[in-house]
């Protein structure tokens, strides 16, 4: 009789558990899987929406893909573009999480400045840096590099320049998000763990690299992931 209780309650155990993974397991197959399989399945046939007819073709969509330069020049472009801003929107992210974590002064200015990019419009943040970016003396960046003494290049259109001045302004763009995540997790790290290696004559870089980033390191495979899903885009 209590072998099967307990397996009753199991039964109902199990089912509450199902009961509460239900909504999201339906949102997932809904949102995610079946608009994924019906992308893979519409990229295999021949679509002409005037008429409203289709028709299989296989791999033939991504053999033309393959073969049109402007693809492999895009693909290109989107990897160099996503190699300058994944390493630089983690590397600032955690250094300005670790000082506004550190309670030093003005962190309160320093907050509002690095998440106001954030709720930005896309639209007006491309707006403005254009206006800023202008090529010429007439540019207010190259304005202000005139008064010490230097030319600056047409941010835009020169090559090199261009993909770096996109990288930098997305890098400010979303720097605020990163920020704000790595707060969370450097607020919650052990302090008696930390402390307790400052006893032990742990100077700052040591402290870092043995104490802090190991127990930082979930956040930053996190942030990492989310990050480059981002610049792939």
Known sequence: MQKGSLTTNHRQEALIGWAFIAPQMAGFFLFVLLPLGSVFLYSLQEKNLLFGTSAFIGLGNFRTLAKDPLFIKSLLNTLVFSSGVVPLNLLFSLLLALYLGAGSRGTGFVRGIIFLP????????????????????????????????????????????????????????????????????????????????????????????????????????????????????
């Open 118 to 233: 954030v709720v930005t419009s896309g639209v007006a943040w491309a707006i403005v840096w254009k206006y800023l970016l202008q090529g010429g003396a007439d540019g207010p960046v190259n304005y202000v590099l005139g008064l010490f003494g230097l030319q600056g290049p047409n941010w835009l259109f020169e090559s090199g320049w261009a993909m770096t001045s996109v990288i930098v302004t997305r890098v400010l763009k979303n720097l605020g998000m990163n920020v704000l995540i790595f707060m969370g997790a450097v607020m919650n790290m052990p302090g008696d763990v930390i402390e307790a290696a400052h006893i032990d004559g742990a100077k700052r870089f040591t402290l870092f690299f043995k104490i802090k980033l190991p127990l930082l390191m979930p956040t930053v495979m996190m942030v990492s992931i989310v990050t480059i899903i981002g610049s792939m885009r």
